[in-house]
């Protein structure tokens, strides 16, 4: 392992600090290194791997489309695009459907829908997006613009311009930065990389209405907290709102990078039309199986009403650390995406679940991610709050 490794870093840019880990294969919630050692995955490759690895009925669709065709362009139509498409549009209650390769260039399409939608309104070139403060939406120049963490940005400037940015769940925060130029608000869900906020219910509402009375478009990032994480198949539908445009990405195509943004009928009619946006790879046959299989296991396997049966113990799982651990300070989240924030750095804390055979993540400095395979059961789930306290107490003896 230690010589693939070495390969790695002598050829590969090094824009990652990784583990010095190498994965050879996946099974359930079950990763397995090149020795053969065994980890609890509760990273799901950063909240793609939402079936778990190695589901048969995933693997076997996507066979049976690669022996057919994998690439046409988006001058001709696709079969498994065009359903992946209508499912999408069903599950989530939106009208039109633009695939894309990833979650930033799904917020890059949503930016410029946004602002089309504005300049066919009155003409003017100088519109401008409010976003949130802690946000991650990307690391292309249109995402990094609205992107609310200075550090993500500060190298790369200038950005795209004309961004403000408020606070989550503070209403007063957004009213400040609306202007008649304003175009739309952009707001994670939950914010993920930023340290697990959620929006609250009646923040959401609240900029909803403004939204809708001053003709300014809510978007919202579903890319992290979408696709039945948070126990809705988006986050936003537990809460009563819609927005007029949604990105998704990650579990959308359970390992195959595919993304999209969605609008209503309302915003496609009067934005971006043929000639505006696109994309090579956007929307392929294979990209589009891998979706419509994942929407498909996703009813088979009830999916939602898992994650709410087994998400309450996750909680409550991680409550119970923060009391017993004074290096741990409070627990905030939602369904299967919750962050654990302590006291101090949580890279050690990490760094000795891995040695114990538990994959984790941060979100942010003194944030312990947890976002496991939306099929993790409790007995996994048990097990993984077993070694994360025996990490706590290692961290608390030193």
């Not at 403060?133 to 200038?158: D, I, Q």
């Not at 408020?166 to 939950?190: H, K, Q, R, Y």
């Not at 009619?269 to 929307?283: F, N, R």
Request: charged share 20%.
């Amino acid at each position: 392992m230690k010589n693939y490794i070495d390969q790695a870093e002598q050829y590969l840019l090094h824009t990652y600090n990784r583990y010095p880990i190498i994965w050879e294969r996946g099974e359930g919630v079950y990763l397995y290194d090149l020795t053969g050692k065994r980890y609890l995955d509760f990273v799901s490759g950063i909240g793609v791997f939402a079936l778990g690895y190695g589901d048969s009925a995933y693997n076997d669709a996507l066979k049976e489309q690669i022996d057919k065709i994998t690439h046409t362009s988006n001058y001709y139509y696709n079969l498994p695009a065009i359903e992946a498409a209508r499912r999408l549009a069903e599950s989530s209650g939106m009208d039109r459907v633009f695939f894309t390769n990833s979650g930033a260039e799904a917020v890059e399409g949503a930016i410029k829908a946004a602002r089309k939608y504005a300049y066919l309104k009155d003409g003017r070139t100088d519109h401008e997006m409010i976003a949130l403060n802690r946000s991650f939406h990307g690391r292309t120049m249109g995402a990094l613009s609205v992107t609310g963490t200075p550090k993500y940005r500060e190298a790369f400037e200038p950005m795209i311009g004309h961004i403000r940015f408020a606070d989550m769940n503070d209403f007063d925060s957004i009213l400040a930065g609306v202007t008649d130029a304003t175009c739309a608000v952009l707001i994670e869900t939950v914010q993920g990389e930023g340290g697990i906020y959620p929006a609250e219910e009646g923040f959401l509402k609240q900029v909803q209405k403004l939204c809708e009375e001053r003709d300014i478009l809510l978007i919202l990032d579903e890319i992290q907290c979408g696709m039945g994480r948070t126990g809705t198949m988006f986050a936003w539908q537990r809460f009563g709102v819609k927005p007029d445009i949604m990105t998704t990405a990650k579990a959308l195509g359970g390992g195959v990078p595919v993304g999209a943004f969605l609008m209503t009928e309302k915003v496609a009619e009067q934005s971006l039309t043929a000639g505006d946006h696109g994309s090579t790879y956007g929307g392929n046959p294979l990209a589009a199986a891998a979706v419509n299989k994942v929407l498909e296991l996703f009813a088979k396997k009830d999916i939602l009403r898992h994650v709410n049966e087994v998400a309450p113990r996750l909680e409550a799982g991680l409550d119970a650390v923060v009391q017993q651990h004074s290096y741990a300070v409070s627990r905030r989240g939602s369904g299967l995406l919750q962050g654990l924030e302590c006291r101090g750095p949580v890279g050690g804390i990490i760094e000795k679940a891995l040695e114990k055979g538990l994959v984790l993540i941060n979100a942010g400095p003194n944030v312990i991610r947890f976002i496991p395979p939306l099929v993790v059961t409790a007995a996994q789930i048990e097990d993984m709050l077993s070694l994360l306290n025996q990490c706590f107490t290692d961290e608390e003896s030193l």
